[in-house]
């Protein structure tokens, strides 16, 4: 890969690692929302009343955060992976300017 690939490739893999880290963000925002949410409807006096509703509620938030759970570790794979493909990017960068330097 010449220089100018490299430096596109970089920038490609840098867009997408920030892409992911930014999605990563909004699930562990929404899974402290879901948390928050969980929290008030245990306090409703509704549910308090109702242990068979209130069973059924807590199943629901408990699946919804395993959802988001499992979300999150994809998301996490994927950062991992652009993290190590703009680390083995910067290397080549690195070679090919030494090498450019190494001709003049």
Same mark, same amino acid.
């Given at each position: ?14 867009f ?30 509704? $549910?308090? *009343? ?7 509620? &807590? #199943? ?5 955060? =395993?959802?988001? %759970?499992?979300? $999150?570790? *994809? ?7 652009? &993290? #190590? ?5 910067? =290397?080549?960068? %690195?070679?090919?300017?030494k090498?450019f330097?190494?001709?003049?």
């Amino acid at each position: 890969m010449g220089l100018a690939d490299v430096c596109g490739r970089l920038s490609l893999i840098t867009f997408q690692k920030s892409t992911v880290e930014f999605e990563m963000n909004k699930i562990s925002e929404q899974r402290t929302q879901l948390a928050q949410q969980s929290q008030m409807m245990s306090q409703n006096p509704m $549910l308090q *009343q109702n242990p068979e509703m209130k069973e059924q509620q &807590d #199943a629901q938030f408990n699946n919804l955060d =395993k959802q988001l %759970e499992q979300a $999150l570790k *994809q998301k996490e794979t994927q950062y991992k992976i652009y &993290d #190590a493909e703009l680390q083995s990017i910067e =290397k080549m960068r %690195e070679n090919n300017v030494k090498n450019f330097a190494a001709k003049i």
